[in-house]
T-cell receptor, first 109, second 114 residues
Framework: AQRVTQPEKLLSVFKGAPVELKCNYS??????LFWYVQYSRQRLQLLLR??SRESIKGFTADLNKGETSFHLKKPFAQEEDSAMYYC???????????FGKGTTLSVSS | ETGVTQSPTHLIKTRGQQVTLRCSSQ?????VSWYQQALGQGPQFIFQ???????GRGNFPPRFSGLQFPNYSSELNVNALELDDSALYLC?????????????FGPGTRLTVL
């Protein structure tokens, strides 16, 4: 079965603290994984994908096939990082994204 | 460059009615995907259209149907509405049907079924 699990509904941190948003997946083969973000009153947008191995807005994510995880990390959280974050997996057919339920990140000063 | 647009923004229907939602893809994109997002859930794939043909379908009943037009805009039609169809419906377009192409999402249509 293809599935994405985001175990935390809400993550609250203080500005400057490290952030780790957890994502676990279930997939046979080599997964294509993404993180999408939705800021308040904005549309869903791509934050990063594992194949590009790039850092966006200070966020990184490493694919760990042994633990079937793709956690999103940032060393120092900023207030503007407050948003809803979704982890997504490309389905076997390569047509659709399978999303987790999302984690709300709240960064306070 | 114009982004993905959807209409209407909000819609209220009663059980048993039919509804049509519209999506204009981003310029240069030939693939449109539709997702349903229930409250507190992540988006769930309904189907994808590539060059006017259905190119994949999620676990939704046949009363969910779609169309894509020559200009690559798209419609989602839902017949015999049920209360559980109340959700945010998202449209996403991409340059091509390849899954690694970035999907650009529209703002969504909020459907309420009473």
């Amino acid at each position: 079965a293809q599935r994405v699990t985001q175990p935390e509904k809400l993550l609250s941190v203080f500005k400057g603290a490290p952030v780790e948003l957890k994502c676990n997946y279930s997939y046979s083969g080599s997964p294509e994984l993404f993180w999408y973000v939705q800021y308040s009153r904005q549309r869903l947008q791509l934050l990063l994908r594992h194949i590009s191995r790039e850092s966006i807005k200070g966020f990184t994510a490493d694919l760990n096939k042994g633990e079937t995880s793709f956690h999103l990390k940032k060393p120092f959280a900023q207030e503007e990082d407050s948003a809803m974050y979704y982890c997504a997996l490309l389905n076997q057919a390569g047509t659709a994204l399978i999303f987790g339920k999302g984690t709300t990140l709240s960064v306070s000063s | 460059e114009t982004g993905v647009t959807q209409s209407p923004t909000h819609l209220i229907k009663t059980r048993g009615q039919q509804v049509t939602l519209r999506c204009s893809s981003q310029s240069g994109h030939n693939t449109v995907s539709w997702y349903q997002q229930a409250l507190g859930q992540g988006p769930q794939f309904i189907f994808q259209y590539y060059r006017e043909e259905e190119n994949g379908r999620g676990n939704f009943p046949p009363r969910f149907s779609g169309l894509q037009f020559p200009n690559y805009s798209s419609e989602l039609n839902v017949n015999a509405l049920e209360l559980d169809d109340s959700a945010l419906y998202l449209c996403a377009s991409s340059v091509d049907r390849g899954g690694t192409d970035t999907q650009y999402f529209g703002p969504g249509t909020r459907l309420t079924v009473l």
